[in-house]
């Protein structure tokens, strides 16, 4: 079982940055690992934003939906047990509840849970993101 606490949700104005934060209860050295963040706002489907890898080769691989590429970084901290969401130039369509979400998945599993986000095993609470004009 991972447990999976999300925080940084705030709200900003259009074309400001927020930074989340993803504290995971077991991660470091997992073998074919992913975690990601994902999103949902009220209405729609909850959708994949960024992911990442960890595993004995492609290690530290990241992935993105192509919304956010180019905006978003996601990254992990040295212990493994913290994953980073930094959003640069959000949109007012960013606006949403995001999600840390991990399991085990190989690089091209955690490619894919980006569209297909019922891949991942584990959930976090969630945490508010609003974006005002």
């Known amino acids: 079982q991972v447990q999976l606490v999300e925080s940084g949700g705030d709200s900003v104005e259009v074309g400001g940055s927020l930074r989340l934060s993803c504290a995971a209860s077991?991660?470091?050295?997992?073998?074919?690992?992913?975690i990601g963040w994902f999103r949902q706002a009220p209405g729609k489907e909850r959708e994949g934003v960024a992911s990442i890898y960890n595993g004995r080769y492609n290690d530290g691989a990241t992935f993105y939906a192509d919304p956010v590429k180019g905006r978003f970084t996601i990254s992990q901290d040295n212990s493994k047990n913290t994953v980073y969401l930094q959003m640069d130039g959000l949109y007012a369509e960013d606006a949403a509840t995001y999600y840390c979400g991990a399991g085990p998945l190989s690089d091209l599993g955690c490619r894919g849970v980006l569209i297909y986000p019922d891949g991942m095993s584990y959930w976090g609470q969630g945490t508010q993101v609003t974006v005002s004009s």
């Open positions: 077991r991660v470091a050295s997992a073998n074919n690992f992913c």
